[in-house]
Structures are given as structure tokens and as C-alpha cells.
């Protein structure tokens, strides 16, 4: 099998070469069988790396200690599904995955369009096989996981090797949410090259209108929405087993994560623009270059050694090919731009600063300047050494310093933008949409003030919760109300067929929502209490109104590891609430520890607790705890993010028209052929 698959991807790589010269010379000549040609050497190295992947999934479940990644990342005794996640869990194997799932997207895109698009779709595959083809090179040249252990014998020839045992699987990965959280962030990553493909493939061949921008929402929407599943189920885990007490630490891999979500974000609303107004195409054409940028950049500090970090992948020397691609993908992009900018001009201009599109001009450049901030922040420690030769970094304070105000003035504008009209907005229609809005939300402050939240940014953020909340729900209420009256439906059903007439705008206000929803939990950062202490059986230690009891210490053993655990009766308010159970696992095969956090979890705090070890000298255990305010918050408004992001893919229910047959009047009966009706329309709201 290892055979077969390296030879597969070795048959992928020639494949996507060919898709891109065949590309190229199709697009040069316009000759359809090249066209088709180059179209199906692009399906075809799809369908060899679905093969090649297949393969390593298949030598790591059958414990194929001969290969060199194989026995690096797995063990005999690792459960099978960890056997599945150890695919992703090295440098080879990741890159392998990237190609996989780049696949999908490329395989879908190359079907469903075969046979539509003509003057577009030879750019676009071209494009597309050209990336495909750099990961393909890396994989199957510089990081191939089909790679066998191997030594020399007496002879002083190579001679395979096959260890009894692997090194196992890292502790820190086995975890369950590591089975899914890594799909979803490549799954991110990779899906930006479909738009990317698209906006270079329309500036290259002037393709005319903004069609492009039609066919490229939804896989952006997609791209995006896999993006923050990443980013959620990526702090999730930082969360429940790091054991640091919380979720974003400003990583510079949590941080690469990031850049291409600020910027895709930016995009999807910028793009309204140019739908709407035929503005900012410039902007817009950029912003997917740069989304498209920031994700082969964050894959290259991944996976490069250039930052350190818990998510990273060791020192490994792939870095200057990626530099060498980031350097192709700026050139490209910049001589398609300088040489048909003239593709790109305005049809319209900035009419009003009071209006919606300012609201989205703002938007974008809050984003813009936190992405910017961001990457210096990531950056600096390699800026540094290379100018100074000593490598500074920048913590948490730096990043927080910056951008929890412009995340405040982004929450701001979230909830300004939706109630601003085109073009521009009168006084009677500002007093009319932010009246009760603004209410509501200095209410909402004085009542959070008087709860006790004195911090100002917490008060400010809980303030803006409340008002974009408002504007939420009063945009929803104004349109059910609309469809109750005419249809004589419940409110919530209104609601629900509000939403399905135009699930792009209200799938985006279900979106805000989860938004204001994660900002009230990041608001509770404010407020966090930790402790850490020594106690002995029957010992306790106090938080906040909880009282943690050390009834015992025990030990589990089980076929990977072996767990010492706590176990720890919560009270509040002296009376019993439940029992945790904090542990440390042991990994013997890969000589590594990792903890287990235990959390008692409510709408309102989480109480955190991690086993922190045993003192060596006094041997006794020590515990930490920590009580963080309002973290579900986070949880549950990124589920809502998702949810409105699906609603928003959904296509939109269009109004119907009903013909209701009616009785015929008494004088008009003798009339045969006469059939009166009557005519109700179920208008949609906008």
C-alpha cells in the first residue's frame, strides 16, 4: 500500500502539471480539447490524491511501523479513530490532508462547472492547478509521508526497518474535538482558493459584470464558515485541555487563524457593494487576494519553525518554498492588477457618510486595521531578530491594547450598518431605527453598572450588546409584523418566513447575533478569579462562592495511558453541587503528560479545575482553579454564528401567488362560463 500510494501521488503531481501547461496553452489558443483536456487532468489529480490519502489512513490502521510517518505519530494501543486523526497529526501528513481537501473544492468546482462559464473556467483551472501543483511538489518531494525507516546493514547498504512499536500519538491530540477541529480549520484555509481563483481568473480575462462575484458568494460563505468552526473548536480545546485556564491566548498560530477570518469577514461585506452600487471593486478584488495570502502565510508558520507555539509543527525546512510561493502569488496578483485595473473602475461614488455603504467602508477598515495589527504582533519576534539578532516578542497585553477597542467599535457598527439606508439616510429615519435601540442599550449599561461591572470596557461591551441586540430584533419585529398581519400567521412562524423570503439578509442578523452573544462572553474576561493551592485529602480551597473538598486521590489505568486524577466535591453556599474529576494522563509510548481539565459549567461561570501536579517534597497534591464569568456565552454564540452563516447559504423562499376560487354571486349564475375569483398576494419583506 505504500507502494500504491506513493505512486499516486506521484501520478497527481504530473496530472497537475499537465492541468496547469494545458491550462495555459488552452487559454492561449482557445482550443475546446485542450480545454477539456486540462479539465480532466484536473479531475484525475484529484481523484489520485483521494487515493494517496486513502492509503496513509490505511497504513496507520493497520500499524505499518515500516513507515517512517507511521511510526512517528501512532502506536498499537492508540484508539482507531486517534489512528484516522494521526493523518493530520504531523508536518508530511497535514500537508497531504491540505492537498486532500483543496481537492474536494477543486474536483467540485471543475464538475459543476464543466459546462458552464466557457470564457471564465479556463482561468479558473489553471489557477487552481497551479496551487494544487505547489502543494503537490512539497508533498511529494520535500515532505512525502510515504517515506520508510531504513538503515545500513553490514553490507553498508540501506536496509527497511520495521519497529515493533511507534512513538504514539502527541497527549496534547488526544482529545475527541482533535477530530474535528483541524478539518474544519484546512477546510477554512483551503476554500479561500476558490474565490481567490475566481477574482483572478475574472481580472485576467476581463471577464464582464460581476458575475464572478454570484458564483464565488457562496463557496467564500463556506470557506468562511469552516473557518470559524476552526477558530471555535481551536479555542475549545486550548480551553478544556491545555489547562491554562482559558481560550485565546493570542498564539501566533491561533492568530494566522485569524488573518484570513478578519479579511474574508471584510470581504463578504464589502462585496454588497459592489453588488449593490457597482463600487469598491478594487477593494473587493484585493481583499481575496490578500484572504488567499494570509492563508498560505498562516500555513507557512505553522508549519516552518519561524514562531513557536503549542500548535506548531517542528523546525522543518519547507519555509523558503512557501516564501518562494508567497512571493509567486504577489507577483501574479500585482501584474493582473496594474495591467486591467482599468477593469476594475467605480461605477458609483460615496454619496453620504451617513449610509449604508459607509457603514461597510468602516467596517472593512476596523477589520483591516486589527488584521494589520495582528500580524505586526506575530510578526515581531522574527522582524526583531532579524534587525537586532535577538528575537522580542509580544504578549497578550499588547494584542488586547489594540484591538478590544477596535473590536468595540466593530460591535458598534454591527449594529449601526443594517439600519442605515443606500445612498443616504435621513434624520426622521435615524430618530425612527435608533431611537429605542439606543434606549434599550444605555439600559441595559446602567443595569449591568448597577450588577456590579465597573470595568469600562466590560460596561461598554454589554452596553453594545444590548443595543445591536435591539437592532436585531426590531429589524425582525418590523418585518413579522408585516407577514402577521397579512397572512394572520403566529409571530414566530412570521418570523421563520421572514427569514426563508431573504435568508441572505436575516441568515446575516442571526449571525450578528452570535456575535453580540461571543462579546458578552468575552466581556466576563473582566471578571476572571483564580487560585492555585496545595491541599491534602479532606482538604479544601475557597473561589468565589464555590468550596472545593479533596475527598480522594486515585488512579485509572487504561491502554494508552494511565490517569491520576482528583476527585473533588463542589459546594456552593455549603451544600453539595456535583463531584469533578481534574486529571493527569501519562503516555508511555510517547513518554509525554498532558492534563484533563474538569469544568462545572453554567450560563452564568465556568468553574475550572486542573490538577497542577504534586509537590515532590511535601508530596502533596496541588490544585488550581479558576472561575471565569459568562464563557458559554462564547459557545453558544459561535453554534448561532453557524447556524445563521448555513441559513444565509439557504436560497431564498420568493413571495407566492395564491388564487383562491370564490362563489359565484345569485344574479350572475346564469352566466355559465363566468368563474370570478379573487387574487391574494403574499408580498415578501426586504
Known amino acids: 500500500m505504500d507502494v500504491f500510494g506513493s505512486f499516486a501521488l506521484l501520478l497527481a503531481f504530473v496530472c497537475a502539471l499537465y492541468a496547469l501547461l494545458g491550462g495555459i496553452a488552452a487559454i492561449l489558443t482557445r482550443h475546446p480539447l485542450l480545454i477539456k483536456s486540462a479539465r480532466q487532468a484536473g479531475i484525475a489529480a484529484c481523484s489520485l490524491i483521494f487515493l494517496a490519502t486513502l492509503s496513509v489512513v490505511y497504513l496507520f490502521v493497520t500499524d505499518n511501523f515500516s513507515m517512517a510517518y507511521v511510526a512517528s505519530h501512532s502506536n498499537r494501543d492508540l484508539a482507531t479513530f486517534f489512528k484516522v486523526v494521526a493523518l493530520w497529526s504531523g508536518q508530511e501528513g497535514s500537508l497531504l490532508f491540505w492537498c486532500f481537501l483543496l481537492s474536494v473544492y477543486i474536483f467540485s468546482v471543475l464538475v459543476a462547472y464543466r459546462n458552464k462559464h466557457g470564457e471564465l473556467m479556463p482561468y479558473v483551472g489553471t489557477i487552481l492547478a497551479g496551487v494544487q501543483l505547489f502543494f503537490l511538489t512539497i508533498t511529494t518531494f520535500v515532505a512525502n509521508p510515504f517515506s520508510v525507516l531504513a538503515a545500513a546493514g553490514p553490507s553498508g547498504a540501506l536496509e527497511y526497518i520495521t519497529r515493533p512499536d511507534g512513538s504514539g500519538l502527541r497527549a496534547v491530540l488526544q482529545y475527541p474535538e482533535m477530530i474535528i477541529h483541524p478539518p474544519n480549520l484546512y477546510s477554512g484555509y483551503t476554500g479561500f482558493t476558490i474565490p481567490f481563483a475566481f477574482a483572478l481568473a475574472a481580472l485576467l480575462g476581463r471577464y464582464p459584470g460581476e458575475k464572478w462575484i454570484h458564483l464565488t458568494r457562496r463557496w467564500t460563505m463556506i470557506a468562511w464558515c469552516f473557518q ?10 486550548a480551553y478544556a485541555v491545555l489547562g491554562w485556564g482559558g481560550y485565546w491566548g493570542w498564539d501566533p498560530v491561533e492568530n494566522a487563524s485569524l488573518l484570513p477570518w478578519l479579511t474574508g469577514t471584510a470581504f463578504l461585506h464589502s462585496v454588497m457593494m459592489q453588488e449593490k452600487r457597482g463600487m469598491m471593486k478594487v477593494w473587493n478584488v484585493w481583499l481575496v487576494f490578500i484572504t488567499f495570502f494570509l492563508c498560505i502565510l498562516g500555513t507557512m508558520l505553522t508549519r516552518s519553525g519561524v514562531v513557536s507555539s503549542v500548535h506548531a509543527f517542528a523546525q522543518s525546512n519547507i519555509g523558503p518554498w512557501f516564501v518562494g510561493f508567497l512571493i509567486i502569488i504577489m507577483t501574479v496578483c500585482l501584474a493582473a492588477y496594474f495591467k486591467n485595473r482599468d477593469y476594475l473602475k467605480s461605477e458609483n461614488q460615496l454619496d453620504s457618510m451617513v449610509s449604508r455603504e459607509s457603514s461597510f467602508l468602516f467596517n472593512n477598515l476596523v477589520l483591516l486595521v486589527a488584521c494589520v495589527a495582528v500580524i505586526s504582533g506575530t510578526l515581531f519576534p522574527v522582524f526583531s531578530e532579524w534587525f537586532t539578532g535577538s528575537k522580542i516578542s509580544v504578549g497578550a497585553p499588547f494584542f488586547n491594547k489594540v484591538n478590544i477597542p477596535l473590536g468595540l467599535l466593530l460591535l458598534f457598527l454591527t449594529g449601526v450598518g443594517p439600519l442605515l439606508a443606500w445612498r443616504k439616510t435621513s434624520g426622521e429615519s435615524l430618530r425612527r431605527n435608533f431611537l429605542w435601540p439606543t434606549v434599550l442599550g444605555v439600559v441595559g449599561g446602567l443595569a449591568a453598572f448597577a450588577l456590579g461591572v465597573h470595568d469600562f470596557y466590560a460596561l461598554v461591551c ?36 421572514l427569514t426563508l423570503r431573504n435568508t441572505r439578509r436575516y441568515g446575516g442578523y442571526i449571525v450578528h447575533f452570535g456575535m453580540v452573544m461571543i462579546f458578552v462572553g468575552l466581556a466576563g474576561q473582566a471578571f476572571n478569579k483564580e487560585v492555585q493551592k496545595e491541599i491534602p485529602v479532606g482538604g479544601t480551597v475557597k473561589i468565589g462562592p464555590y468550596e472545593l473538598l479533596l475527598q480522594a486521590m486515585d488512579q485509572k489505568q487504561e491502554k494508552n495511558f494511565v490517569a491520576e486524577r482528583m476527585i473533588v466535591e463542589v459546594m456552593h453556599d455549603h451544600k453539595p453541587v456535583m463531584i469533578l474529576f481534574p486529571e493527569r494522563r501519562n503516555f508511555p509510548a510517547g513518554e509525554e503528560s498532558g492534563t484533563m481539565v474538569a469544568i462545572y459549567s453554567t450560563m452564568r461561570e465556568d468553574l475550572y479545575v486542573v490538577y497542577a501536579g504534586v509537590n515532590q517534597g511535601s508530596e502533596v497534591p496541588t490544585i488550581h482553579a479558576f472561575l471565569n464569568p459568562l464563557v458559554k456565552w ?18 431564498s423562499r420568493h413571495a407566492v401567488l395564491v388564487l383562491a376560487g370564490s362563489k359565484a354571486p345569485e344574479a350572475s349564475r346564469e352566466f355559465a362560463g363566468a368563474v370570478p375569483s379573487s387574487v391574494t398576494l403574499k408580498e415578501g419583506h426586504d
Not at 443595543?467 to 409584523?481: C, M, N, P, S
Open 634 to 651: 462564547v459557545w453558544f454564540g459561535g453554534v448561532v454564528v453557524v447556524m445563521g452563516t448555513i441559513v444565509a447559504l439557504l436560497p
Open 228 to 237: 470559524t468552526i476552526g477558530i471555535l473548536l481551536g479555542a475549545h480545546w
Open 462 to 497: 454589554l452596553l453594545l450588546c444590548t443595543f445591536v441586540a435591539a437592532t436585531i430584533g426590531l429589524e425582525f419585529y418590523r418585518g413579522a409584523k408585516v407577514i402577521h398581519a397579512r397572512s394572520g400567521m403566529n409571530w414566530l412562524s412570521s418570523a421563520v418566513e
